[in-house]
Structures are given as structure tokens and as C-alpha cells.
């Protein structure tokens, strides 16, 4: 197995904690690549946020072993407890920052102190992130809307969902509700569980994972250019120790580093195709709609009726983006043989990553939280990696 170049920016700003914790960076062939960032790099200046932004549109998961956002011992407290309080939550909770609003409590387990409690914590949180990415994150300017946050206590192993909602089939991130018109889904996730990795797989590029499952005749062309631009993701290094640790590789000795790079190995821990799946039909590529469909969208959305029928809020833009997400979890085929490679990311660990593009399965973990962010895709340092780019170039015009 060669070795590829490491990413430089990442190494140097990693440099004091890799030499104070002894786990140098490694060199992997692997499908995303991940940069470690130790709490020793931040405050960063503006050349280096912009390093981030690069490393974060190109596909790339921002680590951080210890989170830059701490959060206070008592509401970390109150958040663990509620599991072990016997609340019975039955999905995800939802902080909706625009309206201060929470969502998904089981308001019949819990006292209107507990709802409030948990208010202020999520409220807490979904600002203390905010404010945290509007430095890190400098280049973007803030020009974005912030989205719900979400607090996952539910254990996600084994969770039993139907396939569309499953976690732990590899997949992009789409809204069936909540179109984003072209801005990217950022993600910002918090490992709380005090002594438990939170186990994730994540897949190839963004580019790729359209070449597979767009109709070949009418895109062989254009994505053998964006092809080659997603190759580039390949080219990266990841880091190892600290509770960060990759999995479901054979190990290589690398002679005289103590440490071992990993070769893929295909997934056998656990059956990730769902049952009775079958590879489905291409998906087309989204093109403009129609001056009747646009006149109906419009009326739909002066009516009210948008809300009552999802589709019709969609650009088909939108509607691409949700059509990949349920083919790549439908698609048994695609689960099984696509290049995937596991990430444990340790407790009080942080880590952030474009979501609609960096194909993604959650396989074990609890006590997560969340904060969204839908990024205007215009102010990417790179705006021709944002996928609305990509599929407007393989389409041929605009989509959204
Ligand atoms: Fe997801």
C-alpha cells in the first residue's frame, strides 16, 4: 500500500498535541479524509479558518478530540440523567432556534421543569455552537441559517426504523420537509457520553457516489471531469489516538512508527443491506421545472398547501438530493460493496462535516448532540465543490 501526502495545514496545527500525545498522523487511503484539531490551534487567523473551509468543502471531517464547545457540568449532568430517569423519548429531540422552540420531549414523562430545563440547555447549546463557528468558520461570515439542534440519547445500535430512517445505511443528507434550495447542511456533533465512542462509516465522494447511481448515458462525460476533482479527496491524511480511531481495515505495520495504516476491508460486523432491497432504477438527473410546475410550486406555497405536500416546496434540486438519500439506503448492492471506512469518534469529542455530500451511516453510539446549518452555497471558498454546482454542470442548467 503507497502512502499519500499528508495535509499539511492539519499536521502543523496538530504538531504540540501530537507531540504531547504521541499519536502522529498516518497515511491512509481512505474514502473521507479526517483533520484532527487539538484546542492548542484555536484562535486561528483568517489563512488558516479558510484552510478549514477548504478542508471542510472538499469533502474532509473536522475532528476535534476535546470539543472546542464545553459544555456546563450541570446541564451535561441533566442531559445523561434523562435516559436513566426512565423518560421515554421516542425520537430525537429538537431545539428550532428560529422560534425557541423544543420538540420530541415526552411531555408525559417529564415535568414542566424538566421541559424547561432541557429548553435552556438546548438553547444554551445551539448558541454556544452558533458563536463558536462565526470565528472558526470566519470566511463564511455567518451566511447561513441556523437550523435545528438535536439532542440523540437513543442508542443507535440496533435501533429498528424503517429503511428511509434507518441511521446505519450509508447515505447523504437530505430534508423531506425542509428544502435547502441549494445551501449546504453543515453539521456540528457532540460525543457526550462519558465513556463510549460514537461509532460512524463513512463512504466515498460526493461526485462518485452520483456517477453511481445517475443514468450513465446522460452523464459519462461530465462526470469524468468531476470525477477527477472528487479525486482529490483522496489525497489525505487522518489521525489516530485519542479515542479517534478507524476500524474494519486489516492493519499494516509501518516499520519503526509503532503505528499501522488500515487497507478497507469490506463490512462484516453487521448486515447493512436492508431486506428485501434491490438495486433500483437510475435516478435522473434534476432539470428545471417546467413554467407550469414553477406556477403550481408557487401557488402551492401561496396557499399553504406546500406544507401539507413536501414536494411541492422542493427546487429539484431538492428533489435530486432526497431522491439520492432513499436510493442509497434502498440500494442493497450499493450497501454492500461500496468503499466505506468506520470512524470512532471518542466521548467529549466534537467533529463537523458537510453531510449532504460526505456519505455517512451512524452504527453504534448514545447521548449525542447536534447543531445544523444550512451554509448559502455561494460563499463556499470553493464554489464549484458545492453539490449544487456539480449537478448544475453535469445537468446543464440551473436546478434550483
Ligand atoms: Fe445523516
Redo the contacts with the bound molecule.
Keep these: 500500500m503507497g502512502s499519500g501526502p499528508v495535509s499539511g495545514a492539519s499536521v502543523l496545527l496538530a504538531f504540540p498535541y501530537l507531540l504531547a500525545t504521541g499519536n502522529w498522523p498516518l497515511v491512509y487511503h481512505s474514502p473521507m479524509p479526517v483533520h484532527a484539531i487539538p484546542l492548542t490551534a484555536l484562535p486561528a487567523g483568517a489563512g488558516q479558518s479558510r484552510a478549514w473551509c477548504v478542508q471542510l468543502e472538499a469533502g474532509g471531517i473536522l475532528y476535534f478530540p476535546q470539543t472546542p464547545v464545553p459544555i456546563p457540568a450541570a446541564d451535561l449532568d441533566f442531559l445523561l440523567s434523562r435516559q436513566q430517569s426512565g423518560s421515554r423519548l421516542h425520537k430525537n429531540i429538537a431545539y428550532k432556534p428560529a422560534g425557541d422552540a423544543l420538540s420530541g420531549v415526552d411531555r408525559s414523562a417529564s415535568s414542566a421543569e424538566e421541559f424547561d430545563r432541557l429548553h435552556d440547555v438546548m438553547r444554551r447549546y445551539s448558541a454556544s455552537v452558533s458563536a463558536f463557528l462565526a470565528d472558526f468558520l470566519a470566511p463564511y461570515r455567518r451566511r447561513w441559517q441556523l437550523d435545528y439542534a438535536s439532542y440523540r440519547p437513543i442508542e443507535e445500535e440496533g435501533r429498528d426504523l424503517p429503511t428511509r430512517r434507518r441511521?446505519d445505511l450509508l447515505?447523504?443528507?437530505a430534508f423531506p420537509t425542509r428544502p435547502t434550495r441549494g445551501a449546504r447542511i453543515l453539521?456540528f456533533f457532540h460525543n457526550i457520553h462519558p465513556t463510549r465512542t460514537r461509532d460512524w462509516v463513512v463512504g466515498e465522494p460526493f461526485p462518485r457516489v452520483v456517477g453511481r447511481f445517475v443514468q450513465p448515458s446522460t452523464t459519462a462525460a461530465a462526470l469524468k471531469g468531476q470525477t477527477a476533482t472528487g479525486s482529490t479527496m483522496h489525497t489525505s491524511a487522518a489521525l489516530k489516538g485519542h479515542g479517534f480511531s478507524r476500524a474494519g481495515h486489516a492493519p499494516v505495520a509501518v516499520k519503526g512508527t509503532g503505528f499501522s495504516p488500515y487497507i478497507p476491508q469490506p463490512q462484516k460486523t453487521r448486515a447493512l443491506a436492508p431486506e428485501g432491497s434491490s438495486t433500483p432504477h437510475p435516478l435522473a438527473l434534476p432539470h428545471p421545472d417546467s413554467p407550469a410546475v414553477c406556477a403550481l410550486k408557487q401557488l402551492a406555497r401561496a396557499t399553504g398547501l406546500a406544507a401539507l405536500i413536501p414536494r411541492l416546496k422542493r427546487t429539484p434540486y431538492d428533489d435530486f438530493m432526497m431522491r439520492l438519500?432513499n436510493a442509497m439506503k434502498e440500494d442493497a448492492e450499493f450497501q454492500r460493496t461500496c468503499a466505506r471506512e468506520e470512524v470512532k469518534f471518542a466521548p467529549g469529542s466534537s467533529w463537523m462535516v458537510y453531510?449532504e455530500t460526505v456519505p455517512?451511516?451512524?452504527l453504534g453510539g448514545q447521548y449525542a448532540l447536534e447543531q445544523t446549518f444550512l451554509v448559502d452555497a455561494a460563499v463556499m471558498v470553493a464554489p464549484e465543490s458545492a453539490p449544487v454546482a456539480v449537478l448544475e454542470k453535469l445537468a446543464g442548467a440551473s436546478v434550483v
Excluded: E, L, S
Design positions: 441511521n447515505h447523504t443528507d453539521r438519500h453531510t455517512h451511516a451512524v
